[in-house]
């Protein structure tokens, strides 16, 4: 056997709680990103997202386009297809062609949706491909009637015909605009939702495994339980920060690129708003999941102990979804301000508009608190239960070993 | 000098320790043995903070173990723990950075080690897939790869084969000639006699023997005398004053020699029962003092 050389000027340095912590994060991270389970999440949470894009984007310009070929130039007739468009809310494009022949190709090329045929005395003809899809035909139909009554009216005398306006008084002009606000708030909370789960999750399984394999005790050797926690809640947190970011990255510029929302600015609002949630939502989670995870010692026993934590995170969820609904009312109201339901429902009624600053700032203050305790107690609960090990340790038995 | 001293613990009211104090010089092999539940484990884990003591304290160099200095000690849990998916290498280098190498020094050590315990080759493997004697070497690994100044392991040798015996005994006097006191529980005796200075033998909390083996011998020779007579008549040392029979089989006794009774008288009565062919006192060996040691005092004493 060989024997290892000593180095000079790399003796063991006494780390302090920020090295140790940066340590234990920075495992936790490079351990998680190569796990299965992540990438599979991650992918799939991806690919949800992509879906959804993409449906609202195959939803949304289903009708709204029409491509037309127009044979003899007739100003009139462009005019009132123009008109008719817009009327009809349907992106109109017109296309000078020189003859019949040159519209068939058009059309067989799929450069023109359909190609209208006007010459003087026949009826106006459209060629199509195959059939004329409704907004197709209703534009044209409706361009052609108005230009043959116009020319109607010329020929009998009538040059000017006054045709009352309707004049439309909107009650809320900015309903769509908050309809698509709070679209994007549950879209928000779902990834929210689904993150904390996993992250939740991920943390306390972190916990479980290293109490199944009892590296925990080498690890206490080495540093404090709180150090422990933090590196380990720190280090998810971070790498659930980086996945929601991304994802409301993703999402929103999806959502702007494909001109899916008519204010983008709003948008963006609601998503830093679910990302800052996200942040609360999680330092609590995490650290009641890791807290809840340290009294058992096997990955099968993790059920029954993260289940009420996650019963709660799920009514959350239903009740963040029914404020979008009614985000005045009191379920919503009250619900806003409860540590662990407020960040599930907060951001749907602060999408929603309907909130006021100091309501945010109670909500923040509150889950702060929460947060403060959860993690001075849990924190207690979690250095008593670590070392241990066989069957379930109760919350009071932790609680007296940590003293002890 | 390592010193454990004075430590004191109990469970509720199960008194796991009661007193437990010995002291382990630099460079110097202790072997810690004692049945199950003696309280060895406890005695490592309050070295290592794991447990408060209620009383007693374990100091290196004069000072109290704490966070700080206990980075410099190296330790192998009785339970072993390792991160199963997590790669050989990589593990070893998380504790070295643990116990506070920089991440150059900690990668360099890392290899080092691996290399040095033979698992070269498996240093990119989870750890979970390794044979179980594979992944002791990786544990040991851990605990050495700091460069210790102290090392204590718990049952360091259970579960290996005789082969991973010797090349665990091997490192562990190579660390002991560089100057580490080393502390180790065992239950392979003949392993704690061949290897180890000195040797505690610890029975319901407390120490019952500390001392070098040759030092325990003393104490326990010139109690026990093997006499060999192969043709001798059955129970022929009955009755011989001071003298009780331990075993007898096939013309081998063992006889037991209270304080002040006559070796020759015994050696007389066993040349009348035939020809004698050994007669020596017995150097006892460590199972037989840690029998004598750990062995539940009669009732009546514990009455008294």
């Not at chain 1, 979690?382 to 069957?391: I, P, Q, V």
């Not at chain 2, 093997?226 to 029979?245: E, H, I």
Request: net charge negative; proline share 4%.
């Amino acid at each position: 056997m060989r024997e290892p050389t000593r180095e000079r000027g790399t003796e063991p340095r006494n780390p302090g709680s920020a090295a140790l912590v940066r340590l234990v994060a920075a495992r936790e991270i490079s351990a998680r990103v190569r796990d299965k389970n992540f990438i599979i999440s991650s992918v799939v949470i991806l690919l949800v997202l992509v879906g959804v894009l993409g449906f609202q984007v195959a939803v949304n310009s289903g009708n709204d386009q029409t491509r037309i070929g127009i044979v003899h130039d007739d100003v009139a007739l462009e005019e009132a297809l123009d008109a008719q468009g817009a009327a009809l809310h349907v992106d109109v494009t017109l296309l000078a062609l020189p003859d019949e022949a040159a519209a068939r190709t058009a059309i067989e090329n799929g450069d023109i949706d359909g190609a209208l045929l006007t010459d003087g005395a026949q009826a106006p003809r459209l060629l199509v491909e195959q059939s004329a899809d409704g907004s197709l035909q209703a534009v044209v139909q409706g361009a052609v009637a108005q230009v043959a009554v116009a020319q109607q009216l010329a020929a009998a005398g009538v040059a000017r015909l006054d045709v009352p306006e309707v004049e439309v008084t909107a009650l809320d002009p900015n309903a769509d605009e908050h309809g698509q606000r709070v679209v994007t708030a549950i879209i928000g909370i779902g990834v929210l939702y689904s993150l904390l789960i996993l992250f939740g999750q991920f943390v306390a399984q972190g916990v479980v495994e290293e109490k199944s394999s009892r590296v925990v005790e080498l690890l206490l050797a080495t540093m404090r339980p709180w150090q422990l926690l933090a590196g380990k809640i720190l280090g998810l947190g971070l790498l659930g920060l980086a996945q929601i970011v991304f994802i409301a990255a993703v999402g929103v510029a999806g959502a702007i690129a494909f001109d899916l929302v008519d204010i983008p600015g709003e948008l963006v609002g609601t998503a830093v708003s679910v990302v800052a949630w996200f942040v609360l939502g999680y330092a609590l989670y995490a650290a009641i999941f890791a807290v809840a995870a340290s009294l058992v010692s096997r990955q099968e026993d993790l059920g029954t102990v993260v289940m009420p934590t996650s019963l709660v995170l799920i009514a959350g969820f239903v009740v963040g979804i029914q404020a979008s609904a009614n985000p005045d009312g009191p379920l919503a109201l009250i619900t806003s301000f409860i540590p662990g339901l407020s960040p599930l429902v907060m951001p749907v009624r602060m999408a929603a508009g309907s909130v006021a600053a100091w309501e945010i700032a109670l909500s923040v203050v509150l889950m702060l608190a929460a947060i403060v305790l959860v993690v001075r107690l849990g924190g207690r609960i979690y250095s008593g239960a670590l070392l241990r090990t066989g069957g379930k340790t109760k919350i009071r038995e932790a609680l007296k070993a940590e003293r002890a | 000098m390592l010193e454990f001293d004075g430590l004191h613990k109990s469970f509720g009211d199960n008194h796991v320790l009661d007193g437990v104090g010995f002291t382990v010089a630099p460079g110097s092999m202790f072997g810690f043995c004692g049945s199950n539940g003696a309280g060895k484990t406890t005695t490592m884990r309050i070295a290592m903070g794991l447990v408060r003591p209620d009383a007693g304290d374990v100091r290196w160099r004069g000072r109290s173990l704490d966070q700080a200095s206990r980075r410099r000690v190296g330790y192998m849990p009785e339970e072993r723990g390792l991160y199963p998916k997590m790669k050989v290498g990589e593990q070893v280098t998380y504790f070295a950075r643990l116990h506070g190498l920089d991440a150059g020094a900690a990668g360099r050590a890392s290899d080092e080690w691996v290399e040095r315990l033979g698992l070269g080759a498996r240093r990119g493997d989870a750890v979970e897939k390794l044979s179980l004697g594979n992944q002791q070497r990786v544990q040991l690994a851990a605990a050495l790869v700091s460069r210790p100044e102290v090392l204590i392991l718990d049952e360091p040798f259970s579960g290996l084969d005789p082969i991973g015996v010797d090349s665990l005994a091997e490192a562990l006097l190579g660390q002991a000639r560089e100057g580490v006191p080393v502390v180790f529980s065992s239950h392979q005796l003949d392993l704690v006699e061949r290897l180890c200075d000195s040797v505690g033998i610890l029975a319901r909390g407390r120490m019952v023997a500390a001392g070098t083996v040759e030092e325990l011998r003393r104490r326990e020779a010139g109690r026990l005398l093997r006499v060999v007579v192969p043709d001798s008549a059955a129970r022929w040392a009955d009755g011989l004053p001071g003298v009780r029979v331990v075993s007898e089989r096939a013309g081998d006794t063992l006889l037991e020699l209270a304080d002040g009774a006559d070796d020759q008288s015994v050696l007389a009565a066993a040349v009348r029962t035939g020809r004698v062919t050994h007669f020596a006192w017995q150097q006892p060996t460590l199972v037989e003092l840690f029998r004598e040691a750990v062995a539940v005092p009669a009732p009546q004493e514990v009455a008294a």
